[in-house]
């Protein structure tokens, strides 16, 4: 079982940068594909990016448009998403997921494990 921990949420203004983490638990880190998504109330989870579990691929939504970047360090067992040129629409839950193999999902029904979420908030 994987649980995951998201921290790095807060306030920012509109052009703003952010950088969330995702601590995992457990000894077999590298063996997951790990992802970002992104909820607002009353809409579904929207994929932000992914990154393969040695870190070579990586996969973004399509707003994304250069502005984040996903990293992750399997010897600290966390991923990152670096969020820059913030803008008041990336106001979310942003979520942290799990799941063993090799391909790269971009739809939530397809991850396995998931954290708590932290909020992020970016103020016009």
């Known amino acids: 079982q994987v649980q995951l921990v998201e921290s790095g949420g807060g306030l920012v203004q509109a052009g703003g940068s952010l950088r969330l983490s995702c601590a995992a638990s457990g000894r077999t880190f590298s063996h997951y594909v790990m992802g970002w998504f992104r909820q607002t109330p009353g809409k579904e989870r929207e994929f932000v990016a992914a990154i393969s579990g040695l870190g070579g691929r990586t996969s973004y939504g399509d707003f994304v448009k250069g502005r984040f970047t996903i990293s992750r360090d399997n010897a600290k067992n966390t991923v990152y998403l670096q969020m820059n040129s913030l803008k008041p629409e990336d106001t979310a839950v942003y979520y942290c997921?799990?799941?063993?193999?090799?391909?790269?999902?971009?739809?939530?029904?397809?991850?396995?494990?998931w954290g708590q979420g932290t909020q992020v908030t970016v103020s016009s």
């Open positions: 997921a799990a799941v063993s193999g090799a391909y790269i999902p971009i739809v939530q029904y397809d991850y396995d494990h």
